[in-house]
Structure formats: C-alpha cells, structure tokens
C-alpha cells in the first residue's frame, strides 16, 4: 500500500505553478523541507473527493503558513497538468518560498491501483509529528516504512507513547467489528478515503465510530483494511497476528469503487 517514486514509475509531467519543469527544479516533490500536500488517482480526467483534496490543501496551507490558498486556481492547475493524461497518479504539492506567495507543484505519473492482496504491518513505535498535517517532513516514517519491508512486512503500523494505534506511514487503517467500521483515535491524518467511505457508510446506514485502540485488542476484530489514494486493501496480518477474515472487508472495496467521480 506504500506509495514509492519507484512504484508509482516515472513522472510523465511535472509543473511549477504551470510551467513545465522537472523534479530537480524542486527536490523530489514529497519531500520539500516545509510544504503540504496531497495524492489522487485521475480517471477519464476524474477524481473522487474532489471537494476533500481542495479543502485539505486550503487548511493545511492555512496552518502552515497563515495565509490564503487560491483553491479555484490550484483545481485549474490540477486540470492542467494531467492534460494529456486523463489516467494518472497525480500529486499536489505546495509551499510558499516567498512569504504570501504560494507556489504549486504538480507531479504527474502513471496511475496505480490498491493491492487486493492481504497487506502486513509490523507494529513500530513512531507517530508523525503534526501528524493532523499531510506535510512533506515524511522522514521519519519513510525511515520506519523501509524498515518494515526489510522485515518482510508491506508497511510499518504506527503506535503513539500511550500504546494506541494511529496510522501506517502512508495509509489510516481501520477495523471491522461485527461488519462495523472502527477507526483508531490515536494521531492520524484524517484521511481522503477515510472521509469518503464514511460518508458513504453513513448513506448506507452503517456510520463508522472512532475508538482508542491498543495492540492486544486487534483480537477482538475480525478483520482490518487500509485507505489511502489508491484506495481500499485487506490487512491480513498484524505483526505476528493473522486476521480471523481479512476477506471481510471487501464490501467496503466495493463501496469505494462505487464512489462518484468529479470532474477536474
């Protein structure tokens, strides 16, 4: 589930505030020392959650810099760079190297899907600082996510100082009780596809809850899945722990493929 420049393959397009330029114009576009981001998929020059991607550049620029981002000309900017590419993996990032001068990067690859395959997580002791924040500081977790592979797991699971479970260093992860959605209150990023699929769990009648979560009760769940901009994947296994039905959670692969998709 983790999104590496490797597998997401070459930029097909990158643009500084919509000129052409490179990924060396900028450093790599993730990791610029003080910026915010965020990752769609584009399908037929469409995204799910439009309004959500928008939203979370407004805040996140807010809280970083105290100034206004334009999102109309950030949405414009968007539309423009995967011209061409209706079918893409698209990233957004912004920073303001001049103060009240916001500059956006967009950074265009070939499009990915989520692995149906069960994902593994090694339980690690890290949260991401300002980790409310989809910021480009991503350090530290790529560190605790390389790691987690070389073990022979698909990801690291995050785990705050008071033992509750938060987030994987790329994705939120969720658990299924009962055929009901729990999301972990320890610190996390409110996540796109987390928000989608609660907005359509709640349309369906099934509203998620939010509760804190500690290692030993991943027993007391069936199964658990992860949401990030590829979209929804089964956890099978949690550290040493094997989910009792990893298979469970694939209405919920179902309900996002169902999403509506909104014009860029």
Request: charged fraction near 20%; charge should be neutral.
């Amino acid at each position: 589930m983790r999104t590496t420049v490797a597998a997401a393959g070459e930029p097909l397009r990158v643009e500084v505030d919509g000129r052409a330029g490179s990924v060396s114009d900028v450093g790599r576009p993730g990791m610029l020392p003080r910026g915010h981001l965020t990752s769609v998929q584009v399908r037929g020059g469409a995204v799910r959650g439009l309004d959500l991607h928008l939203a979370r550049l407004e805040k996140a620029h807010s809280q970083l810099f105290g100034t206004v981002l334009d999102t109309d000309a950030v949405r414009s900017l968007m539309a423009q760079a995967v011209g061409g590419h209706p079918d893409a993996y698209l990233r957004v990032t912004v920073d303001e190297p001049v103060a009240g001068v916001p500059r956006v990067v967009t950074v265009v690859r070939p499009p990915l899907e989520a692995p149906t395959a069960p994902q593994s997580v090694t339980p690690t002791a890290y949260v991401r600082a300002r980790a409310e924040v989809k910021h480009t500081g991503s350090y530290g977790q790529s560190v605790h996510g390389d790691a987690a592979i070389r073990k022979g797991f698909d990801d690291a699971l995050l785990i705050a100082p008071d033992g509750q479970l938060a987030e994987t260093t790329v994705a939120n992860i969720g658990f299924l009780r009962a055929g009901r959605v729990v999301w972990p209150s320890g610190p996390a990023l409110l996540g796109i596809t987390w928000q989608l699929l609660d907005r359509a769990l709640a349309a369906a009648g099934k509203p998620s809850t939010v509760e804190r979560i500690r290692q030993d009760d991943k027993r007391t769940f069936e199964a658990a899945f992860l949401a990030n901009s590829l979209g929804v994947a089964p956890v099978g296994r949690i550290g040493t722990h094997a989910l009792a039905d990893p298979d469970a959670s694939s209405f919920l692969v179902d309900l996002y493929a169902a999403l509506p998709w909104d014009e860029l």
